[in-house]
């Protein structure tokens, strides 16, 4: 399967090309930076024994280059041009960038399907977050008053993260509609209450050190729940290495975010 991957120079860019390169069946033919200053990647220390050209340009890259999938690990502000660009040229992306609006998935999973190729948008691939979220939506049910709080490290570009936005869609479609806190409360500084989902709130916490860090706290008449996941440095490599279709816990992950509408294509 021939691979490029978009975004290598960022922090999971870097190891999802160290994972395409260890797999036998997978075969690394491009990457792309939005500034790069190389022409290949043989020029950086970690792949100098490679010979794997660097883009700055996707059409061109989609264009020049045959491809099987296209791994993307961007910003959410070209994430989701990326995605459609991939899709338009019938490859299939795996989109690990977050920060996709409901509307634009809706539109790439169109696109996905009339091209009819398989493509996958999850917001976290880690096997804990994706409990997290089903356990979530199930005490959502039980119990209406509940908030989000997600830490990551602070170069971290959206907020709230997808992972907190998808939780709280997921509750959203079992929770009796409520407006959490008082009816009359004020903020005093503005955005003290975080952000506003169907009544939820959702603060986002940006700190060095951090990894990636997601509780939902639940709160009732003499009682309370805590939901928690937590991603350690370990788990970055890891991570990396779950987009790959042989692996068990991807396939866990992949099929079930297709059930809850965030894998597409076939």
């Known amino acids: ?3 490029a991957v978009l975004g290598f120079k960022g922090r999971m860019g870097h190891e999802v090309v160290k994972t395409v390169l260890r797999e036998a069946d997978l075969e690394l033919v491009a990457v792309l930076d939005h500034a790069p200053k190389e022409k290949n990647i043989s020029e950086i220390a970690d792949f100098s024994d490679l ?3 660097v883009f700055d340009d996707l059409e061109k890259l989609l264009t020049d280059v045959t491809l099987d999938a296209v791994v993307d690990f961007t910003t959410p502000k070209v994430g989701y041009y990326n995605t459609k660009l991939v899709l338009a040229h019938g490859v299939s992306p795996v989109v690990g960038t977050t920060g996709f609006t409901p509307e634009q998935i809706t539109e790439l ?3 996905a399907a009339s091209k009819k190729i398989g493509a996958i948008i999850a917001p976290n691939f880690a096997v804990g977050a994706v409990l997290m979220m089903q356990f979530a939506q199930k005490a959502a049910k039980y119990f209406p008053d509940v ?3 997600e830490l990551h490290h602070d170069n971290k570009l959206d ?3 997808g992972t907190a936005v998808k ?3 997921m509750m959203a479609e079992v929770r009796e509609p409520k407006q959490q806190g008082a009816a009359n409360e004020e903020e005093i500084m503005k ?3 975080g952000a506003d989902y169907e009544g939820m709130r959702i603060h986002s916490v940006r700190l060095p050190g951090l990894i990636a860090h997601q509780q939902v706290q639940f709160g009732a008449e003499g009682q309370g729940l805590t939901i928690r996941m937590i991603l350690t440095t370990e788990f970055l490599s890891c991570q990396a290495s779950l987009f790959h279709p042989k692996n068990s816990r991807a396939r866990y992950a992949c099929l079930w975010f297709r059930k809850f509408n965030l894998m597409r294509g076939g």
Request: charged share 30%; proline share 10%.
């Open 159 to 161: 907020a709230p993260s």
């Open 167 to 169: 939780t709280a869609e």
């Open 1 to 3: 399967m021939k691979v």
């Open 109 to 111: 999973t169109e696109l």
């Open 191 to 193: 955005g003290a209450r």
């Open 51 to 53: 010979d794997v050209p």
């Open 147 to 149: 908030e989000i709080i």
